[in-house]
């Protein structure tokens, strides 16, 4: 069993920067893959971002790439996404999830889910 806690969520102006973390419990963690995906007001939650159990390789969505990074701490048991270069319409709940994917950027692939942190961009 895995438990997920996000945190780093804010109000942030648009251009700016935030760093989400989301810190993990169990056992399994350093084996898993973990991503992030975010839901706006009225739409259905979407991929973000993921990375591999070893974290040699992110995989991002169209929208955030080369603006965001992904990044595990296997020895903290934490992920992080670096969001650079903020948009409005970045702003949503932000959800860490874990498990063995079969396709990164696929919600039902993943197992393990955190109650989410909101992240607010002003124009």
């Known amino acids: 069993q895995v438990q997920l806690v996000e945190s780093g969520g804010g109000l942030v102006q648009a251009g700016g920067s935030l760093r989400l973390s989301c810190a993990a419990s169990g056992r399994i963690f350093n084996s898993i893959a973990l991503g992030w995906f975010r839901q706006a007001p009225g739409k259905e939650r979407e991929f973000v971002a993921a990375i591999g159990w070893n974290g040699e390789s992110g995989y991002y969505a169209d929208s955030v790439k080369g603006r965001f990074i992904i990044s595990r701490d296997n020895s903290k048991k934490t992920v992080y996404l670096q969001m650079n270069s903020l948009k409005p319409d970045d702003t949503a709940v932000y959800y860490c999830?874990?498990?063995?994917?079969?396709?990164?950027?696929?919600?039902?692939?993943?197992?393990?889910w955190g109650k989410g942190t909101l992240v607010t961009v002003s124009s």
């Open positions: 999830a874990g498990g063995v994917p079969g396709t990164w950027s696929i919600k039902g692939g993943y197992d393990y």
